[in-house]
């Protein structure tokens, strides 16, 4: 695939000071999460794989159980899914992931970081073709053949694996994430994710140098202090 994929964690570790801000955005998703498609984590993979996820990020246990309490009771916010895309510094393309109760609220928001960083909030699909929604799954090992074979015996629709360094990355299209990742751990036992996730990734780069540097990183440091904002992905390359 030979296409760097942007984890999490990295955006986590620039607001990393801002903890409080890390620990909402987790629990608002595992809240989300666990509303959707229940609250006990053997039940629902995808509430599995996110608490795995916030506490490799230390996020506290009493933030992750209060987020399943509040999902428990039923009452509570309703958030839904909002994805906005555009351009960024240096004409870079991005894609804001976020989720909101006031959808009118949360694209001013968005659109502000836009405006006050010399960007421009596009409409929907603007770029979005520009990017894969992948499912990304990287584990140690070395057996590649042994990985591809589990998955294609499973029917999944493997985008691309990788081997290298001792770990195998596999890319698959974010509808096959559940089969994909089934399929994996039977075929391993003990099988531990590093990378468990669904991201956008872009299908080509932008190099951005000079003033449009530190305008991007202001740029994704607007966008992580909102609330809504859950995830960014950029093509931005510098």
């Not at 695939?1 to 955006?11: T, V």
């Not at 506490?55 to 999902?71: R, T």
């Not at 894609?95 to 909101?100: H, R």
Request: hydrophobic residues 40%; contains cysteine; proline residues 3%.
């Amino acid at each position: 695939m030979g296409r760097a994929f942007q984890n999490r964690k990295e955006s986590i570790a620039k607001t990393a000071a801002a903890k409080s801000k890390v620990y909402s955005k987790y629990g608002r998703e595992i809240y989300v999460v666990a509303k959707q498609g229940g609250v006990e984590p053997d039940a629902n993979l995808q509430l599995r794989s996110l608490i795995d996820r916030a506490k490799k990020d230390q996020v506290p246990a009493h933030v992750i159980e209060k987020a399943i309490d509040k999902a428990k009771g039923g009452a509570g916010e309703d958030y839904a899914p909002a994805v906005y895309e555009g351009f960024g510094p240096g004409n870079c393309m991005v894609m804001v992931e976020c989720l909101t109760d006031n959808n009118a609220r949360t694209y001013g928001e968005v659109r502000n970081c836009f405006t006050k960083t010399k960007s421009k909030i596009g409409a929907p699909g603007s770029v979005a073709h520009m990017f894969d929604h992948c499912a990304i799954l990287k584990f140690a090992g070395d057996d590649e053949d042994a990985a591809l074979e589990a998955l294609m015996m499973a029917d999944v629709d493997v985008t691309d694996i990788e081997a290298e360094e001792g770990h195998i990355t596999v890319f698959a299209p974010h509808t096959e994430w559940h089969k994909a990742k089934t399929a994996l751990q039977e075929a391993f036992a003990d099988l531990e994710f590093e990378v468990d996730e669904i991201q956008y990734l872009p299908q080509v780069m932008t190099d951005i140098a000079g003033d449009d540097v530190a305008m991007m990183e202001k740029f994704l440091d607007m966008l992580n202090d909102c609330d809504d904002v859950q995830n960014i992905y950029h093509n931005a390359q510098y």
